[in-house]
């Protein structure tokens, strides 16, 4: 088996292009050519058009099947949020709320997607505009992270662009690899908002921006490859075990 999965994080302005034209397709496109195993998918928007498969749904056919959806604003005529997407059965989801007063709603999905060879624990984010709002997300999304064991990968747009930005800071100790591609504005990129976080150390093999999304969205995908060999041993080893038991308990 192929050690890599392949990681995507993409916000994708609600299929909006560089051109202000809508072409879901065009998105669909790009996700396509990368084939991720696992994706998060910030800025889906399907209100103002009703009728036929929604973008949250055509999104996740495109990207593996097994989605987690955060709908942080919902309205007669359609919903807004960000996913998760997953080639492999996604088990034991849970959304924490990262809202701060009156500011747009925040949530982080957490999720345990069942690799075949040991659980990667992934959680997706869209953090807050306002610093004061993404330094609250970022406590308490580092809190969450120490609870987790073995590969874990945190990915999405952070809304963070500083060298010493707050979710850095803050994330820095949980997640020793990071992606640093600038992915911001697309057409000419300058900011690293969207990053992909990884542990244990070695697991993000290599990380990159795709510049030929450059008309689809306002943001770049950052894409990564993750090696799971990186996993340490005690953790495959659980997962073998699990696996060869006798379901009947013989």
């Avoid at 103002?48 to 709908?71: C, I, M, T, W, Y």
């Avoid at 580092?142 to 060298?163: C, I, Q, S, Y």
Wanted: charged share 25%.
């Amino acid at each position: 088996m192929n050690s890599f999965v392949r990681v995507m994080s993409w916000n994708i302005h609600g299929g909006i292009g560089r051109d202000g034209r809508y072409d879901l397709g065009r998105t669909i496109a790009r996700i396509k050519a990368f084939d991720p195993d696992i994706a998060a998918f910030q800025e889906v928007d399907t209100r103002g058009r009703a009728g036929g498969p929604s973008d949250f749904d055509l999104l996740a056919k495109a990207a593996g099947g097994h989605q987690v959806e955060a709908r942080t604003i919902t309205a007669p005529d359609g919903h807004y949020g960000h996913m998760l997407v997953s080639r492999w059965p996604i088990e034991r989801t849970t959304l924490h709320d990262l809202s701060f007063g009156a500011r747009e709603p925040r949530f982080a999905i957490e999720a345990v997607v069942a690799h075949p060879r040991a659980p990667i624990h992934v959680v997706a984010v869209h953090l807050g505009l306002g610093w004061w709002e993404r330094r609250r997300q970022a406590r308490k999304l580092a809190a969450v992270a120490k609870r987790w064991p073995e590969l874990t990968l945190m990915l999405g747009d952070f809304n963070d662009w500083t060298p010493l930005g707050l979710v850095r800071q803050r994330l820095a100790a949980a997640f020793p690899d990071r992606s640093r591609s600038v992915t911001f504005p697309a057409c000419w990129p300058l900011l690293r908002l969207d990053r992909i976080y990884a542990r244990p150390p070695g697991a993000l093999h290599a990380a990159w921006a795709d510049h030929g999304a450059a008309t689809a969205s306002d943001h770049l995908p950052v894409l990564a490859a993750i090696d799971t060999d990186a996993l340490p041993a005690r953790a495959l080893a659980v997962t073998a075990a699990a696996g060869t038991a006798d379901p009947d308990g013989r």
